[in-house]
Every structure is written in structure tokens, then in C-alpha cells.
């Protein structure tokens, strides 16, 4: 199995902050990388696919980078509404593999 | 827009089969496009992958459930399911259904969910 391996698992940061959420698979997972984020009580809900492409209706304060093994998540100014816990996850190979989780939280 | 909802019991007795139905309104399942999957979350932890099923009816699961889980596609209804047996406590946890794009280049991201339905396995 794949392990994604999400850092930090938590942060702190205040409207307006530039986020940076780091995900790592075990192994090359190519641009089969995509990103989640979820709020209390919801689904989640798919925000970049493919490593870089924006969902649609999604803002563009969201931009995701990387191909490989290495992924980054960028909130380029955080919003009240951003706060949540945001997961990467795979589908380069079985099982679909999901990183940990990291919860955004405010300052 | 393509809706999905989950419908099945919160509450099941350990050792017995959990069942739970998803049902996909304002698209056909049957489209070549997407896959059927289920996802479940314990409460207060991460997200995890139980399995898939492809219009043709082709499935894949987590090794860890394997012997346990089935799912089944109903076209006829638009729906598709799952069965966990032999549940236990630790089968507690937020099962959502979801659609898996296969369009290029989507490379299978999830990308609608239903809202999720909390089990909870106790006697």
C-alpha cells in the first residue's frame, strides 16, 4: 500500500496568512494526487485534482503543486471559511490511500 | 446535478451485516465515466478507502475487509450498495458514499459525495 504522510497535522494561522500543507507518498504515485477538504459535521469535498488542477467552483486563493512522491497545498490568503482539516489522497494505485489529515485552525 | 444519498441502518448488533444503500439522482450510474465507491471515517479520525465497483460490475477492496465487504451495483434503481459482515465495534464510523471521475484528466479523483450516514455497531 501507498502511505501518504501529510505535515504538519495541525497549524494555527490568521485571515489573511499564506498555508502551506506538505504531502508525501511512500513511493511515486505520478500526478494521481489530489486534495480534500472537510468541515465539521460534512462530506469532504474535492478541491484540486491531479496534483494542480483547480475543481470547478472552487477560489483560486487554492493552488496545489508537485508530481512523484512530494505535494504541496497552498491557501495563498486565508479566509474565514477555509478553516477545516484538508486531506491528500491517491489514486495511482490500490487501495486508495488518504493522507492523515491537517486541521487549519485559527490564531 | 448529480446527488448521491445514503440510506441504511445507524444501528447494528456486533457479528451481524451492516447494509447500506447509495442512491444516484440527476446522472446513471451505468455511465462508463465514473466508478461507485465507499469510504468510511471512525469518529474523530481520518478517511478510509473500503472499496469500488465500475459500471461493468468489476470491484476492488481493501485487502483488510475483503473477506467481509461486498459491493454491488442496481441499475435498475440507480443505486449501488454495501454489505460489511461481522461487524464490530470497530466497524463504527461515518460511511459515505462517492463518485470516482474517470474522465481524463481527472485521474479518478472523488469528486461528489454524499453527506455520510453515521453506524454505530452495539448490542
Known amino acids: 500500500d501507498i502511505q501518504m504522510t501529510q505535515s504538519p497535522s495541525s497549524l494555527s494561522a490568521s485571515v489573511g496568512d499564506r498555508v502551506t500543507i506538505a504531502c508525501r507518498a511512500s513511493?511515486?504515485?505520478?500526478?494521481?494526487l489530489h486534495w480534500y477538504q472537510q468541515k465539521p459535521g460534512k462530506a469532504p469535498k474535492l478541491l484540486i485534482y491531479?496534483?494542480?488542477s483547480l475543481q470547478g467552483g472552487v477560489p483560486s486563493r487554492f493552488s496545489g503543486s508537485g508530481s512523484g512522491t512530494d505535494f504541496t497545498l497552498t491557501i495563498s490568503s486565508l479566509q474565514p471559511e477555509d478553516f477545516a482539516t484538508y486531506y491528500c489522497?491517491?489514486?495511482?494505485?490500490?487501495?486508495?490511500?488518504f493522507g492523515g489529515g491537517t486541521k487549519v485552525e485559527i490564531k | 446535478q448529480v446527488q448521491l444519498q445514503e440510506s441504511g441502518p445507524g444501528l447494528v448488533k456486533p457479528s451481524q451485516t451492516l447494509s447500506l444503500t447509495c442512491t444516484v439522482s440527476?446522472?446513471?450510474?451505468?455511465?462508463?465515466?465514473?466508478?461507485w465507491t465507499w469510504i468510511r471515517q471512525p469518529p474523530g479520525k481520518g478517511l478510509e478507502w473500503i472499496g469500488n465497483?465500475?459500471?461493468?460490475?468489476?470491484?476492488y477492496y481493501r485487502s483488510s475487509l475483503k473477506s467481509r465487504v461486498t459491493i454491488s451495483l442496481d441499475t435498475s434503481k440507480n443505486q449501488f450498495s454495501l454489505k460489511l459482515s461481522s461487524v464490530t465495534a470497530a466497524d463504527t464510523a461515518v460511511y459515505f458514499c462517492?463518485?470516482?471521475?474517470?474522465?481524463?484528466?481527472?485521474?479518478?479523483?472523488?469528486?461528489?459525495w454524499g453527506q455520510g450516514t453515521l453506524v454505530t455497531v452495539s448490542s
Open positions: 462517492v463518485r470516482g471521475s474517470l474522465q481524463w484528466p481527472v485521474l479518478g479523483a472523488f469528486d461528489i
Open positions: 491531479a496534483a494542480s
Open positions: 489522497q491517491q489514486t495511482y494505485s490500490i487501495p486508495r490511500t
Open positions: 513511493q511515486t504515485v505520478s500526478s494521481y
Open positions: 465497483i465500475y459500471h461493468s460490475g468489476s470491484t
Open positions: 440527476g446522472g446513471s450510474i451505468s455511465s462508463g465515466d465514473y466508478h
